[in-house]
C-alpha cells in the first residue's frame, strides 16, 4: 500500500501490467469479476477483520490498479489490431494478380 504513493513508477508498470493481460486472452469484462472474487476472498480470509472500512480501502486501491490495468489493455488492443491491418494490407500488396482467383481446370 505504500507504494501507492509513487505514482509516477506504479501507473507505468500497472499499465504495462495490464497490456500483458492481452496475451493471456483476460477480457476487459473479467475485471469487475476478479473485483467482486477478491472482496469476496477477503471477507472469508480476514472474518471479523474486514471492516466497511478495510473494505472501502481495498475497494478504492482496486477500483485504482484495475482501471490503468483496464487502460494498458485497451491499448495493447489497438496496437494488435492496427499490426493485423497492417499485416493484412502487407499480405494484399504482396499477392500477384490473379492469385487466389479459381481458375477453370
Sequence with gaps: ???LNDTARLVPMLTKL???HLNYGVPESY??????????TLREILG??????VQSSWTTVYAF????????LRQ???RA???EAQEAKACETKRPAGA???TAG
Design 18 to 20: 495490464g497490456a500483458r
Design 81 to 83: 489490431e492496427a499490426m
Design 100 to 102: 487466389g482467383t479459381p
Design 31 to 40: 475485471w469487475p469479476v476478479l473485483g467482486r472474487a477478491l472482496d469476496s
Design 1 to 3: 500500500v505504500a507504494g
Design 65 to 72: 490498479m484495475s482501471s490503468i490495468m483496464t487502460q494498458g
Design 76 to 78: 495493447a488492443t489497438k
Design 48 to 53: 471479523e477483520a474486514y471492516t466497511p472500512d
